[in-house]
């Protein structure tokens, strides 16, 4: 009879679970491909790698990717620290200190928060507390196709996107010292 009471709850327990359950977007770049996608969306977007650069910055692992989709040029960014490690401040003022400029945020849902700055919106996916993903300098289609799908609704993009100005992230140690964007769970 217990044992089939613990079951009881146990299928209750995981009904609960999962309907109260997020579908975070993800993204990925499979081979010549960007990917975003969650259960009921998926976007793929032909790309050409045009450069790649790692960099390690005290804890912080960067590796950002410079594609071409269309004609336009934007950066796919894959931020990591160890798993001891988190973001110790907010996405929307780690991004501010990125890009020194400030933004506003348009969009935030599922794991995906949109930032509009200085003409460009920059897209960040966060996967955990340790780790997250940035796409910029996005055109406002692109954007959108993002708000789009994250609500699951696929949506086509235009075959020409304007080019917004090519500007890179700017990491460095003074995000760490000074600005304290990271802590050490102990």
């Not at 955990?128 to 609500?151: F, G, Q, R």
Request: glycine share 4%; hydrophobic share 45%; net charge neutral.
């Amino acid at each position: 009879m217990k044992a089939g009471l613990i079951f009881f709850i146990a299928v209750i327990l995981a009904v609960i679970f999962f309907s109260f359950y997020e579908d975070p977007l993800k993204v990925k770049l499979n081979g010549d491909w960007l990917e975003f996608y969650n259960r009921k969306c998926k976007q793929t977007l032909p790309v050409k790698v045009l450069e790649k650069e790692k960099d390690l910055i005290d804890v912080i692992e960067l590796e950002r990717i410079l594609l071409e989709f269309r004609g336009i040029k934007f950066y796919l960014e894959i931020v990591d620290l160890p798993p001891k490690y988190a973001f110790d401040k907010p996405y929307g003022f780690i991004v501010e200190k990125i890009f020194k400029m400030k933004v506003k945020e348009v969009f935030s849902e599922k794991g995906v928060t949109i930032y509009k700055g200085d003409g460009f919106d920059i897209a960040l996916f966060s996967k955990t507390n340790h780790d997250l993903v940035l796409l910029y300098p996005l055109p406002e289609a692109l954007t959108s196709a993002i708000i789009s799908c994250t609500k699951g609704e696929p949506k086509s993009l235009p075959n020409t996107l304007p080019q917004p100005k090519l500007i890179k992230s700017q990491w460095n140690m003074d995000l760490i010292i000074l600005d304290n964007i990271i802590n050490k769970d102990i």
